[in-house]
């Protein structure tokens, strides 16, 4: 029985077919060691920790050398594909490679293999929300700081306006099928969308934003990893975060 299939839950796309261009060093920062384990596991954890989730398709680097060949985690089924050469190629090779019994109408989460944070009552709340929308959901949070617009000379050309402007999460929930084609018509328009929903918005799909926390970081930098370190051991003391 294909895993997943047969108790017909919620499958996660993780994309991890990245190289961390901007992050630097020789390890692709998914798999850099923090409190023991390697980053991409505390992103697993976080996800298949959730009820709702059955499995999760993590989408590889052609020749990753450091995948630690899990085939289940958290007592749930973790399957491998190869990705491509944008994020929006890895998710598309996510997407097909779900099993058959993954139907086209189902609902299928994209969480970022960098975004080791995710709090549980985020995911609770994209969850609720976004499976009872037409179209799907993202975690996303409101913009609080003032944005500037740089000139090529590093001064500020502008202030942009704020209002109603959020930063984009992860997880993004939308359907299999409708999420496949909205993908593959970017592709086909030459277009690399750097989230789900975007493709989805150019095919005329209006998600639904779900406000989640600031600290649903993405680790894009070493100051990011360092955040994520400390945000742990706060956890694991027990404080706040
Ligand atoms: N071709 C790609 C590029 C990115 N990702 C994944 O998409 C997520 C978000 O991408 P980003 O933070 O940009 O990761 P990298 O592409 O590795 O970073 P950089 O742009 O600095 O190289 C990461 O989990 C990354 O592994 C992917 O699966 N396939
Ligand atoms: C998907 C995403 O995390 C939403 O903010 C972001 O677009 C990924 O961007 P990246 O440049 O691929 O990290």
Same mark, same amino acid.
């Given at each position: ?17 990245? *190289? ?5 060093? /020789? ?23 959730? !009820? ?26 973790? $399957? ?8 929006? @190629? ?9 099993? /058959?019994?993954? *139907?086209?109408? +189902?609902?299928? $989460? ?8 995710? %709090?549980?009552? +985020?995911? @609770?709340?994209?969850?609720? %929300?976004? %499976? ?12 609080? @700081? ?14 942009? !306006? *704020? ?11 939308? *359907? ?16 690399? !969308? ?19 926390? /600031? +600290? ?15 945000? $742990? ?7 706040? +975060?």
């Amino acid at each position: 029985m294909t895993p997943g299939h047969a108790r017909g839950g919620l499958w996660a796309v993780v994309p991890a077919a990245g *190289r961390g261009m901007r992050f630097g060093g /020789d390890t692709p920062k998914q798999y850099l060691e923090v409190a023991g384990e390697p980053l991409l596991a505390h992103t697993l954890r976080a996800l298949l920790a959730h !009820p709702a989730l059955e499995a999760a398709m993590v989408v590889l680097a052609d020749g990753d050398a450091h995948w630690p060949d899990w085939h289940d985690f958290h007592g749930k089924p973790v $399957l491998t594909c190869i990705g491509g050469a944008q994020r929006a @190629d890895s998710v598309l090779a996510g997407l097909a490679a779900l099993p /058959d019994g993954v *139907r086209a109408d +189902d609902f299928v $989460l994209v969480h970022d293999a960098a975004r080791p944070n995710l %709090r549980k009552q +985020d995911l @609770d709340a994209l969850l609720e %929300r976004g %499976r009872a929308d037409p179209v799907g959901a993202i975690l996303a949070a409101p913009v609080r @700081d003032t944005l500037k617009r740089a000139g090529d000379d590093g001064g500020i050309d502008a202030t942009a !306006p *704020r209002e109603r402007l959020w930063r984009a999460l992860t997880p993004q929930l939308f *359907r299999r099928l409708q999420l496949t084609r909205a993908l593959e018509a970017a592709r086909d328009a030459g277009i690399a !969308p750097t989230d789900e929903s975007m493709a989805m918005e150019r095919q005329g799909h209006r998600a639904l934003l779900v406000e989640g926390a /600031d +600290d649903n970081l993405k680790v894009t930098t070493p100051a990011d990893l360092a955040w994520f370190e400390y945000l $742990l051991a706060q956890r694991r003391e027990g404080k706040p +975060d």
